[in-house]
């Protein structure tokens, strides 16, 4: 057939967008597609170790039916032979769901969790299952159960979380797409430390069922108020499209939202022209990195010049919010299932969400926090009623050593593990849509994000602005050693 005679051209680089077109106008199969993504997988995944679980005979089978359909001249959805992973908190029947913990290795769900029922019938194929933290407790990359997952610019570093090798496989061109869950940043935290694009929609824009659960056996549960379901990708529009499929309510999550009339391609970044942005470096408490923070100031004034906004060097006036954001996960968390499997097993949890069950709260704290995080919206809604978008570097630092839970340092300051990741939490605290786009490299190599934070319900905003800083700092072409030295690639620095 013509387009299996074409597979040998298809890289595993290429994007989405372009690669679904390839494939419903057959000049390319779907299951080329997906053969060439898990042959490139195989090759590099030993070093990375961004997945932890393959379904190769389910997702060339998924491949097979979609061939089918399209020769027999049946319509295929927006995503329909593109191959996709799946973050290993996100629930897919039939494929090892292991929330990366020993306590779930042989998890197999009988359901897809929305997100993945959502793609599949669009006609994405969902082939494994990428590395994450214990049940999403921290933004790191390892757990007990598999190996660590490393950096594609660097394998000696991490690539955050706790969507590690979501981010880790889209950086090294496995595929195009990965889905990740954010509940503090685990979304934009990998992103940023990948060069790669990741996007928290606004709360209850992608349903949330069944989630980082089992209803089965007490233990695993999703944080319910502050959990987002999102895309990891290589440019904004395959983002975009994702969303398109993704976004729109659901019965089995009360919170999502309504459908909205968006034109989920139309990224124009005319939109920007007399917006007002606001940035800071730092929240006026931060420690952060000197070259993050120069490197983000450039990008922000960059793309305010190119497109005619207003820029301003503010924040609102809030305090860290470490406390009341660890707070309010042990709300939401089943802490007493978690200890009581642990127990029956015998078995001992990676250090920060040990701390967390370890700790002791009062009811009194649990309202407290409640309250806090009212306050704390109202500031922020009224400083987003000033600005139409908020920039900050997503992180304070660029990647660090694996198995490492976050620098002691940063800008000659000694700081707790935690205080690397003091930008993310804003957005899930308020429900905010917000994203990290690359916005440069240090001087040794390691990419640094930009975060994009809108108004409530304005992701398009958001992707129209990431859209802007895509094309003022192109990075499409920009990829890591790993890459340029597996296939032949059109590396722009």
Not at 77 to 101: E, M, N, Q, W, Y
Not at 404 to 429: E, H, K, M, Y
Request: glycine share 8%.
């Amino acid at each position: 057939m013509a387009d299996l005679a074409k597979a040998a051209t298809y890289q595993t680089t290429e994007d989405a967008v372009t690669l679904s077109g390839r494939i419903r106008r057959r000049e390319l199969s779907a299951q080329a597609a997906v053969g060439e993504a898990l042959d490139r997988i195989h090759a590099l995944n030993g070093t990375l170790a961004a997945f932890c679980t393959l379904g190769v005979d389910q997702a060339m089978a998924q491949a097979e039916a979609v061939d089918k359909r399209l020769a027999a001249g049946e319509s295929v959805g927006a995503l329909a032979g593109v191959p996709v992973a799946i973050k290993d908190l996100i629930s897919t029947r039939g494929l090892r769901t292991t929330f990366g913990s020993p306590l779930y290795s042989d998890n197999v769900p009988n359901e897809d969790d929305i997100a993945v029922e959502r793609l599949r019938a669009a006609g994405a194929i969902v082939v494994g299952k990428t590395n994450t933290s214990e049940f999403g407790y921290g933004a790191i990359s390892h757990n007990n159960l598999f190996p660590a997952t490393r950096n594609p610019w660097n394998i000696a570093l991490t690539p955050g979380g706790s969507s590690a090798g979501s981010a880790s496989a889209v950086a090294a061109a496995m595929l195009p797409i990965a889905l990740g869950s954010d509940g503090g940043g685990s979304i934009r935290v990998p992103a940023g430390l990948t060069g790669t694009f990741g996007i928290k929609p606004s709360w209850g824009r992608v349903p949330v069922y069944p989630g980082c659960r089992d209803e089965t056996q007490p233990g695993a549960s999703g944080w319910e108020s502050l959990e987002h379901i999102g895309p990891i990708t290589r440019t904004v529009a395959d983002a975009a499209l994702t969303l398109q499929v993704l976004s729109g309510p659901s019965p089995r999550d009360r919170h999502s939202l309504p459908q909205e009339s968006i034109d989920w391609t139309d990224l124009s970044p005319g939109y920007l022209a007399g917006r007002r942005i606001a940035f800071s470096a730092d929240l006026g408490f931060a420690p952060v990195d000197a070259e993050v923070a120069a490197i983000t100031h450039a990008a922000a004034m960059a793309l305010a010049e190119a497109f005619g906004a207003e820029l301003e060097f503010t924040a609102p006036e809030i305090e860290d919010t470490q406390d009341l954001f660890l707070t309010l996960v042990a709300l939401d968390t089943d802490r007493a299932g978690l200890r009581a499997m642990a127990a029956s097993q015998n078995y001992q949890f990676t250090r920060q969400l040990a701390e967390l069950l370890d700790t002791s709260w009062s009811a009194d704290a649990f309202t407290d926090a409640i309250m806090q995080r009212k306050r704390f919206n109202n500031l922020v809604w009224q400083f987003m009623e000033r600005f139409d978008l908020f920039l900050t570097p997503t992180t304070a630092t660029a990647a660090f050593p694996i198995n490492c839970d976050g620098p002691t340092c940063i800008d000659d300051t000694r700081v707790a593990q935690s205080a690397w990741t003091p930008f993310s939490a804003l957005a899930n605290l308020t429900g905010l849509p917000a994203a990290s786009v690359p916005a440069g490299f240090t001087k040794d190599g390691r990419p640094v994000g930009l975060q994009i934070m809108g108004r409530h319900l304005d992701d398009l905003g958001v992707l129209r602005a990431a859209a802007g800083v895509e094309q003022i700092k192109p990075w499409r072409n920009h990829w890591p050693e790993i890459v340029r030295g597996s296939q032949d690639v059109n590396h722009t620095a």
